[in-house]
């Protein structure tokens, strides 16, 4: 992720000049016997473990790019246990958007990052898979469905429980209509957590651009804590806890609903309750309404109950189901005849009757690797990927929608569907997007 040139990220004119090298050039449509070439952008924990899963997949990694020249080694390192070629570093982004021989990037840069990378891949003629949240705010998801679109990309959002088998079992069991109507649909994002403390800035790494990181968001001084996943904790950098992980369950009850856009209305209570004084600015609590035509979504988040547990990999890798009451990351629909419960990432889902007799239980597992052979599958097809924009961008930006009616005095807000705004909220709507650092604006769209 480094040193996107002004000339070609500001202008839209340069925009259009440097990415007219003929679409046909770029948008090679891959043989069903090619491997997929790829590469990663932003080298950190998430952007190893999605590479090496896809190396696994059948793609071909080709070049690593990050800002770090330490994180590139590590992945470098962890990826030559599944890939004997061995890619090129590039330090700066322009190199991978040129390279003719790479078909996609992996995009798993910190999220302030994350759109606008996609966007310019998408000008390049290369497939996206971007880690979620796909964007900072609601008006970036909208260009980037919007690039999808005009350059004809495949845009693959890192929630991966769209391609796990026993998901869309619930789906089906969903749609069967043996739940019953659906009113009432609640989602868990509640997981333990401790007050967040800057501390030291330590040393900036060496041959690292500071500058460069931060990009669109605030300028600050360099800290080490904030580098090293602290930037969660920070508006200008992502949307908290909330849209960097309950996003996995928040589209999963999205998927098994049918899809349903965007909301009626939302409204939320809570706020840096369990945690108060510390330098975190997002809310370790938060209890969030979302109203829809025929049901009602809650969406529970906390940092702070240590009980609650993601389902462990002992439950996702074999036949078990975990225990609901403390699983932190679990969906329930509740229908009129009969209420199923399920976890994400390998959790399982079981339907329950009368009294909590079980009815019907199926065990899960990961979609990591089904998630990565659907992205490559689509690449090769041009057919949409699982997690494409059309359902991303709604259920994503549910959880934007609730940060901001959080931000501006935890108050009901009320949606227009024709206008994409919220109903007499200036104060909420410009939230919905953000204000960009001089020479890094959002890049030009159409």
Known sequence: MQT???????????????FALGKSSYANILGANERMRFALIGCGGRGSIVTQNMISMGGELVALCDLNPTEIDKVAEAVSQVQTKKPRSYRHINQVLDASDIDAVIVATPDHWHAALSVLACQAGKDV???????????ESEQLAMAAKLH?????????????????????????????DIHLVKVYNLKPGNPFSLGEAGNLP?????????GPAAQRDWHQRIYNGGWHHFWTYSGGDLADDACH????????????????????????????????????????????PDF????????????????????????????????????????SEMQMTIGRHGGGW?????????????????GDQPHCTDFIEAVKSRKQASANL???????????????????????????????LFKNAKKANALLSREYRKGFEFPVVG
């Open 206 to 214: 060496r041959d690292f651009d500071w500058n460069e990181w931060q």
């Open 129 to 139: 898979y971007v880690e979620k949240p796909h964007a900072h705010n609601v008006r």
């Open 249 to 292: 369950q928040i589209d999963l009850a999205a998927m098994l609903m049918g899809d349903p856009g965007f909301p009626l209305s939302v409204s939320s209570a809570g706020g840096r309750m369990a945690h108060k004084g510390d330098d975190s600015e997002v809310p370790d609590l938060l209890e969030i309404v979302y109203e829809f």
């Open 296 to 335: 009602v979504m809650t969406l529970e988040h906390s940092n702070y109950p240590q009980y609650m547990r993601k389902t462990t990999g002992t439950i996702r890798r074999n036949d078990e189901l975990p225990y609901w009451t403390h699983n932190a990351t679990r969906i329930e629909l509740y229908g």
């Open 152 to 180: 004809n990309r495949i845009v693959q959002v890192g929630t991966q429980n769209r391609s796990s088998p026993y998901n869309h079992e619930a789906l089906e069991y969903v749609k069967s209509g043996q739940l019953g």
């Open 350 to 366: 079981i339907v329950t009757g009368m009294g909590g007799r079980p009815v019907e239980t199926r065990y899960g597992r990961p």
């Open 390 to 420: 059309d359902k991303l961008h709604p259920s994503i930006s549910l959880l934007h929608l609730a940060n901001i009616a959080h931000q501006v005095g935890n108050r009901k807000l009320w949606w227009d569907a024709e206008k994409n």
């Open 4 to 18: 996107i040139s002004r000339r070609r990220f500001l202008s839209s004119a340069a925009a259009s000049s440097a």
